[in-house]
């Protein structure tokens, strides 16, 4: 600051001693003076009174100076609110990045999963089928080859080829099961007492009258009966007979055997893979 300019805005010139009140007769004690309340409009005149105290050269001077300074500063505020930005654009795209490839991973776990699903059911469904082929392959070879499961044997008075009720009894109970089955035949021989033609003929009928009833009662297909009249054909005896000679029988006798093969056994395997497929 200049120096004529010092003498003039001096401190002794500005300030002023302050003032003070008479003090009363009758109170020798002074009151103690308030402090002033500092308003709005004193905060302004005491700004008015220094920047007045400043001088318009000076002023100049200090703006002229501190520019570059502030210049300066507002380059460095755009730039940090411009790195700024751009370091929360960054992370946004990562974050978008990391999910995407989160969600990616999580997709190719998935596919594995059903692809070892799927490879698993394949290894069961091929299981199934070789397991069913051997079972048809050895239904094939055993197709042909019957093996009996229930006899039945139906006597008749001489003479006589009509069916009583004790008979009609045991066919009932023997050829019941039978309805909706596979893989079966049904044995007639037929036994008579006499000679020659004649027995022949008297043990056909009698095996006659029972494939008739069997037929027609119990809707056993006609394919699936063999009939044989046996005459006076010895009947066969077992060692545990204790007999050592075939026994002739006397009047009528009707045996019928049931014979069956492993065509049920392959039924059963066709239907429990479809099954197994229902419940999946």
Not at 86 to 98: E, H, L, M, P, V
Not at 113 to 127: L, M, S
Not at 181 to 198: I, T
Request: hydrophobic share 30%.
């Amino acid at each position: 600051m200049p120096e004529r300019w010092r003498s003039q805005f001096s401190p002794r010139t500005l300030r002023q001693p302050p003032r003070l009140s008479p003090r009363p007769l009758h109170n020798p004690q002074p009151r103690p003076t308030p402090p002033p309340v500092k308003t709005h409009c004193s905060r302004k005149l005491a700004k008015d009174s220094g920047d007045a105290l400043i001088p318009s050269p000076a002023k100049k001077y200090v703006a002229r100076q501190t520019q570059p300074i502030r210049d300066r500063i507002n380059e460095l505020d755009e730039l940090t609110a411009s790195n700024t930005k751009a370091i929360k654009d960054t992370d946004a795209r990562a974050q978008q990045g990391i999910q995407l490839a989160s969600a990616k991973a999580s997709e190719a776990d998935q596919h594995a999963i059903d692809a070892g699903n799927k490879a698993t059911a394949a290894q069961q469904t091929a299981q199934q089928a070789h397991t069913r082929l051997n079972t048809v392959e050895q239904v094939v070879t055993n197709i042909d080859q019957y093996q009996p499961t229930t006899q039945t044997e139906i006597l008749f008075k001489s003479g006589q080829t009509v069916l009583s009720q004790n008979a009609k009894t045991a066919l009932d109970e023997m050829a019941t099961p039978l309805k909706n089955q596979r893989g079966y035949v049904v044995e007639v021989q037929g036994f008579s007492s006499g000679h020659g033609q004649v027995a022949i003929s008297n043990s056909q009928k009698m095996a006659e009258s029972v494939v008739r009833y069997l037929v027609l009662n119990h809707d056993i297909p006609v394919y699936r009966i063999y009939l044989v009249g046996m005459g006076n054909a010895p009947v066969p005896t077992t060692a545990a007979a204790g007999e050592a000679k075939p026994k002739r029988i006397t009047g009528g006798r009707v045996e019928i055997s049931l014979l069956k093969n492993n065509l049920e056994q392959l039924a059963s395997t066709d239907t429990t893979p479809a099954s197994t497929d229902q419940q999946k």
